[in-house]
């Protein structure tokens, strides 16, 4: 089954600095690659996800990248602010995701601070 | 409501007893999935229930667990003779997989502790 690796386990920021968080996967088949921000005490919201057909994906400040030759994706933040601080979790698809089967796994997350 | 509910939000249970969480999914969504996150760790995949399929049960840790879907709408799970690993924060999510979207939305978590 799929195996997902996150790196750093934990990441502090001065607040405008930039933050890179690093994933890989084990399943070549993988085909979706989807990032959750955890606040403290509340369930984990999809902020950026990004499709095996594509090599990047950006959104304001929030862009991710993907090698699939490579078998790993990163999570890019630019113009850090305190409200980014989090805990990030990176994930990959099990098979047919979105089909009669599938599943997603998690990387074991990012403890983000961003310090004023 | 328009998000996932679950209940209940803490639960506090001696070693041995069972326990019952619930999650009510988002109206509609096909999806359902429970993934239990220990202090520190990620989200570790339990089970997971798509329409009318049979659920995918290769997470659950061991027979203790078991997860039920009625209606193809709420769940809820069932650990039995709790031990102190259980201790966790469960979390349900639900999804419109099936059409094309992937994205997961969860509830705030079922938050276990077995003394």
């Known amino acids: 089954g799929e195996n997902v690796e996150q790196h750093p386990s934990t990441l502090s920021v001065q607040e405008g600095d930039s933050a890179v968080i690093k994933c890989t996967y084990s399943d070549s088949a993988s085909n979706y690659f989807p990032w959750y921000k955890q606040e403290l005490g509340k369930g984990p919201q999809l902020i950026i996800d990004i499709r095996s057909n594509v090599g990047e994906k950006k959104d304001q400040r929030i862009a991710v990248t993907l090698n699939k030759t490579a078998k790993h994706f990163s999570l890019h933040i630019t113009e850090t602010q305190p409200e980014d601080s989090a805990v990030y979790f990176c994930?990959?698809?099990?098979?047919?995701?979105?089909?009669?089967?599938?599943?997603?796994?998690f990387g074991k997350g990012t403890k983000l601070s961003v310090k004023p | 409501g328009a998000g996932v509910s679950q209940s209940p939000s803490n639960k506090v249970t001696e070693k041995g007893k069972d326990v019952e969480l619930r999650c009510d999914p988002i109206?509609?969504?096909?999806?359902l999935y429970w993934y239990r996150q220990s202090l520190g760790q990620g989200l570790e995949f339990l089970i997971y229930f798509q329409g009318n399929s049979a659920p995918d049960k290769s997470g659950l840790p061991s027979d203790r667990f078991s997860a039920e879907r009625t209606g193809g709408s709420v769940s809820t799970l069932t650990i039995q003779r709790t031990q102190q690993e259980d201790s966790a924060v469960y979390l349900c999510a639900s999804s419109l997989a099936g059409l094309g979207t992937g994205e997961l939305f969860f509830g705030e978590g079922s938050r276990l502790t077995v003394l």
């Open positions: 109206s509609g969504h096909t999806a």
């Open positions: 994930a990959a698809s099990d098979g047919n995701y979105g089909g009669s089967q599938g599943n997603l796994i």
